[in-house]
């Protein structure tokens, strides 16, 4: 079982699943790339996490535009349109004939090198794409339960050093937070920017509730969350006040309710941040956030 944020049921039929590469289904225990692959050794590529709810990706349209936008700013050409790359993943879906409860990594990198070597000219032409279908439920436990953040001391940094909006194969800072955060036993680590106020999480975006306002950082040093924008857009159509603003550790220990969001488990409360209690205990504004997002997936995949 996963550890953190993402803890989730562990399911016997993830042993005989298809893994999609370059439209070729493997059995897991073959599914391979190069070691030559510039996503092994530059961590150069774009990737996405979707959820398969009721026979539909949920999102899947704001999903596509952020990969695609993410290997227009790397000059990387995926090979496919978001149309033809739409149906390979259905038709993975399909092989394995899922409908239901599965999370899917759908990955993308330039392609196989000539030689280990950043330039990206030192590559042979086609990228590499790979899907992975997987039945994952996120554990009840934290859903129910809540998590614990660390602040930890590395930071979410300019664009200009590496931009925080692109959901690249290039996790290391993540993972540092992530370490450091495990270390001090927490599930997840509480980021920074570079000016020191709250950005984000290192795999989920994080969210305050005080005096009956939902506040978000600025969005300035982090990735455009499909289902961070959802919350913003669920409490805008329903009478809540949300703010993205610019908000210090101070506001977050001092909040009445704080949670995460993500793609794979959704609305997630948070109780404990670098030791200090949440609060009074109260979640009125998670438990409703999170019926609101539970219609709305409905909807999409009814719709």
């Given amino acids: 079982m996963a550890k953190g944020t993402h803890e989730y049921i562990e399911d016997e039929r993830n042993r005989s699943i298809l893994i999609n590469i370059n439209g070729e289904l493997f059995p897991r225990e073959k599914a391979m790339v190069s070691v030559f692959d510039s996503g092994f050794i530059l961590g150069d590529g774009v990737w996405e996490g979707l959820r398969l709810h009721d026979g539909v990706v949920v999102f899947l349209k704001d999903h596509l535009r952020r990969l695609y936008q993410g290997a227009k700013a790397l000059d990387l050409d995926i090979g496919l349109t978001p149309a033809e790359l739409s149906d390979r993943l259905m038709a993975t879906l399909q092989a394995n004939d899922m409908t239901d409860g599965v999370h899917i990594r759908l990955m993308v990198t330039r392609g196989e090198k000539i030689t280990p070597y950043q330039d990206p000219r030192c590559t042979i032409p086609?990228?590499?794409?790979?899907?992975i279908p997987e039945y994952k439920n996120p554990s009840p436990r934290k859903i129910e339960g809540g998590i614990k953040l660390f602040t930890t001391h590395v930071r979410r940094g300019y664009p200009d050093v590496q931009d925080q909006k692109m959901n690249s194969h290039s996790k290391i800072n993540c993972i540092q937070g992530c370490i450091q955060a495990a270390k001090a036993g927490a599930d997840e680590a509480l980021m920074l920017d570079p000016h020191g106020f709250v950005a984000t999480c290192n795999s989920t975006h994080f969210f305050i509730v005080t005096q009956g306002e939902v506040w978000t950082s600025t969005g300035d040093y982090c990735l455009g969350g499909i289902t961070r924008s959802k919350i913003i857009q669920l409490c805008e159509d329903n009478g809540i006040p949300v703010k993205q603003k610019n908000f210090s550790l101070f506001d977050v220990y001092g909040a009445?309710?704080?949670?995460?969001?993500?793609?794979f488990a959704g609305v997630t409360p948070v109780n404990e941040v670098d030791g200090?209690?949440?609060?009074?205990?109260?979640?009125?504004?998670?438990?409703?956030?999170?019926?609101?997002?539970?219609?709305?997936?409905k909807s999409e995949s009814e719709s």
């Fill in 256 to 263: 009445d309710e704080c949670f995460v969001t993500g793609t």
């Fill in 126 to 131: 086609g990228a590499t794409i790979v899907i």
């Fill in 276 to 297: 200090r209690i949440i609060g009074s205990g109260s979640r009125d504004m998670i438990v409703r956030l999170q019926d609101l997002y539970l219609a709305l997936i």
